[in-house]
């Protein structure tokens, strides 16, 4: 079947939601489908286009705003496409209502295709300016304002199927429109992770001696998210503590550097946090980049902490094959048995604790033997997570109802093709890097 995934924003763009659109768009393609992955022309002049070269890759909308409608109903025109697949999040689309009336261009294509949204989040649109609100109205009296919203446009009403990530993102969209309840897909979470693959530990040590850090240094990782809610101080306070029993240790704060997260009021307390408690001359701040930045600096490291993990920062630890510490009953699976069993995928301390959690660290940064227990048990944690392949069974009941959606999707390879350095699957990537 012929596929259309329209996204806001594609690499280089650092939106982990376009690297999401980039491998997805593989996925499908490699499973038989004619997929075409459209997208805003904001690559510039001699700027590399990244993508899979299985996947027609058409930068063709000149805009998200009303200017930009011609040239997106001229892209979908020329995918003549059966399915329709929208990931939606309205930073991707400059925060503008015009990609919430793509229904209405959907049914102007002969024949309609079927239409498939998948909402990141569930923040609507603004139409703060006169010339927004006032083409709102115009598209609500073509499409027609009965069940139409003004942040959300005719999304929920006339999308085929609904995909969200979230329980409280699939609470709250029927709340928006009631009939919507019916259509939406409590989806597993895609992390857009690629990870690079390190058989003879090359990578590693590049990383490391960019990094400055020796070979008898103890680096470990934090690839979370600065919040306030994710424990950054116990970790820095537990660091602090295992820093006297571990004078060699170093913290790689991924989340850090020259990227957005490094600009807010809380990344700038954290710094000064370090300082106050006396640790600051061993942890490095990095820009978490694109998906094979943050897979080289993560070669680099012997351990990750995840004090409050997620599925993003989880599956960074697993796929790289890092030692985990971890708080007690914060990760659990499908079926809410804990994820995590003590000294075979991971070492589990107090979230609260700072003492009980630097003591972790310690005992992970003596014991070798106990680091590759660890390792294998993270590994393995990879391999019998279902990731893509769970997240993809649902997508493709969304697009396909009639076909066989739990029949095994094709692993999503490496072309061959110079200069296009394409997304690959990172359980693949996994599976060589233990071979």
Known sequence: MRVAVVCGQVPRRAAPEGVAATMIAGHLARAGHSVTLITRNEQGPGRPRRHDPLVRFRPGVTSWRWGGLPSLYRELKRSRPDVVLLLYADHLFDRHPMVTYLPLLCRRLSPPPRLVVEFANVHGAEAAKFSTRFGCRIARLLAGSRGADWELGTLLRDADAIGVYEAEHAEALPQSHS??????????????????????????????WRLGVADDHFVLAFAG??????????????????????????????????????????????????????????????AAGDDEARSTHLRAADACVLPAPDDDSLTAATCHGLPIVTTRDRTRDDDGKPRFVQRRNAILCDATDPASMAAAIVEVARDVRLRETLRAGSLALARAGEGWQAGMRERRRMLFPMEDADRPLPLLGRPRVAGVPPYANARRDVARSCA
Do not use: F
């Open 179 to 208: 009939l919507a309840a019916d259509r939406v897909t409590l989806m597993p979470g895609n992390a857009p992770l690629r990870v690079l693959p390190d058989p003879n530990d090359t990578i590693r040590r590049g990383s490391r």
């Open 225 to 286: 998210e600065l919040r306030p809610d994710s424990g950054i101080e116990t970790m820095l306070d537990a660091v602090a503590v295992a820093r006297r029993k571990v004078p060699g240790i170093r913290l790689l704060m991924l989340d850090g550097g020259t990227g957005a997260a490094s600009a807010t009021p809380y990344a700038h307390r954290t710094r000064q946090y370090t300082v106050n408690v006396g640790i600051s001359d061993c942890i490095t701040w990095v």
